[in-house]
T-cell receptor, first 115, second 115 residues
Framework: AQKITQTQPGMFVQEKEAVTLDCTYD???????LFWYKQPSSGEMIFLIY??????QNATEGRYSLNFQKARKSANLVISASQLGDSAMYFC????????????FGQGTRLTINP | NAGVMQNPRHLVRRRGQEARLRCSPM?????VYWYRQLPEEGLKFMVY????????ESGMPKERFSAEFPKEGPSILRIQQVVRGDSAAYFC?????????????FGPGTRLTVL
C-alpha cells in the first residue's frame, strides 16, 4: 500500500534562508511519480514540482528543487532564498502506475517564513 | 484555458440536508478525481471517474455519498443527509491521462459546513 510520511508538522525559517521539507514514501511499485503541492491560507492547491521514479536527475523549478534519494525512499523539497509568500502548507504526494493512479498525500508541513 | 472549476466555493447545510458539489475539469481532460480534506489534514482520495464511468470509488464512504460524471456537464459529488462530520474541503482534480507522471490540476475546492 502507498504511504507518504511528512515528519515535520511545522517549520519556522528566516526570510532568505533555504529550507528543506522532508518526505519519505513507501511503495512496492517500480513506477511512480512524486509531487509537491503548496496550499496557502486561501486554500487552493498549487503544483510545485514533480519527480519520476526513473528520472536520473533531481527535478528543479525555479527556487524549488527536489532532493530525490530513491534507495532511501525520500523526496525532500528544497526551497532556496525563502520569501514571505512561501508561508503555507506543503504537501508531498505520490502517484503509482497501478490502479487509478490517484494521489496519496502526506499530512503536510506548515512553513512559516519570518521577516 | 480555464482551470478546473468548482462551485459553489462555500456551502452551508443543516444536518439531514443534501449537498451537491460540482466540478468542471480543464478542457480536454477526461479524468476526474475527488478528494476530501478534513481540517489540518492532508487530502484523501475519494473517487476517480471518467465520462459516464466510475473507475475507482475505494475512498468513498459506503453510504450517503455518490458521484457521477455524465457525458455532458460537470462531475457531481452528492452527499445525502449530511452530518457534522462531513464538514470539510472537497477538491476536484483533473488530468489529461492516467499516466503516473502527469500532474493533477486542482480546482479551488468547495468548503462544506454542516450546522
Amino acid at each position: 500500500a502507498q504511504k507518504i510520511t511528512q515528519t515535520q508538522p511545522g517549520m519556522f525559517v528566516q526570510e532568505k534562508e533555504a529550507v528543506t521539507l522532508d518526505c519519505t514514501y513507501d511503495t512496492s511499485d517500480p513506477s511512480y511519480g512524486l509531487f509537491w503541492y503548496k496550499q496557502p491560507s486561501s486554500g487552493e492547491m498549487i503544483f510545485l514540482i514533480y519527480q519520476g521514479s526513473y528520472d536520473q536527475q533531481n527535478a528543479t523549478e525555479g527556487r524549488y528543487s527536489l532532493n530525490f534519494q530513491k534507495a532511501r525512499k525520500s523526496a525532500n523539497l528544497v526551497i532556496s532564498a525563502s520569501q514571505l509568500g512561501d508561508s503555507a502548507m506543503y504537501f508531498c504526494a505520490m502517484r503509482e502506475i497501478q490502479g487509478a493512479q490517484k494521489l496519496v498525500f502526506g499530512q503536510g508541513t506548515r512553513l512559516t517564513i519570518n521577516p | 484555458n480555464a482551470g478546473v472549476m468548482q462551485n459553489p466555493r462555500h456551502l452551508v447545510r443543516r444536518r439531514g440536508q443534501e449537498a451537491r458539489l460540482r466540478c468542471s475539469p480543464m478542457k480536454g481532460h477526461s479524468h476526474v478525481y475527488w478528494y476530501r480534506q478534513l481540517p489540518e489534514e492532508g487530502l484523501k482520495f475519494m473517487v476517480y471517474l471518467q465520462k459516464e464511468n466510475i473507475i475507482d470509488e475505494s475512498g468513498m464512504p459506503k453510504e450517503r455519498f455518490s458521484a457521477e460524471f455524465p457525458k455532458e456537464g460537470p462531475s457531481i459529488l452528492r452527499i445525502q443527509q449530511v452530518v457534522r462530520g462531513d464538514s470539510a474541503a472537497y477538491f476536484c482534480a483533473s488530468s489529461p491521462s492516467t499516466s503516473y507522471y502527469n500532474e493533477q490540476f486542482f480546482g479551488p475546492g468547495t468548503r462544506l459546513t454542516v450546522l
